[in-house]
């Protein structure tokens, strides 16, 4: 079983930055993806970026792509969103996942919400 904890949200003014932190717990050796999923108000759940543990290119969601990077600590067990030029339109709850397959690319992963393990989630708001 694993268990992930989002850490790292708040509110912040258009143009500004925040890092968003996932840290994954339990049955940690199990995980071979990783993604991170935001949902806005009264819109669907999207995804932002997610990435293989066995691979070196993560997708980005079109709309982030050039201002989000992702990036992870294996000591720590953590991986990490970081928003720069963050716009109002990025204002969302924020969601980690993980999943243990190893089948799908990180593309079809982040396009199909294939994660079996979702953390509780992270406010962004962000303010013009």
């Known amino acids: 079983q694993v268990q992930l904890v989002e850490s790292g949200g708040g509110s912040v003014q258009a143009g500004g930055s925040l890092r968003l932190s996932c840290a994954a717990s339990?049955?940690?050796?199990?995980?071979?993806?990783m993604g991170w999923y935001r949902q806005a108000p009264g819109k669907q759940r999207e995804g932002v970026s997610c990435?293989?543990?066995?691979?070196?290119?993560?997708y980005f969601l079109d709309a982030v792509k050039g201002r989000f990077t992702v990036s992870k600590d294996n000591a720590k067990s953590t991986v990490y969103l970081q928003m720069n030029s963050l716009k109002s339109e990025d204002t969302a709850t924020y969601y980690c996942?993980?999943?243990?397959?190893?089948?799908?690319?990180?593309?079809?992963?982040?396009?199909?919400?294939?994660?079996?393990?979702w953390g509780q989630g992270t406010q962004v708001t962000v303010s013009s």
């Open positions: 996942a993980a999943d243990t397959l190893t089948y799908y690319s990180a593309d079809e992963y982040c396009t199909r919400a294939l994660f079996a393990t």
């Open positions: 339990g049955s940690i050796f199990s995980i071979h993806v």
């Open positions: 990435m293989r543990s066995d691979r070196s290119n993560p």
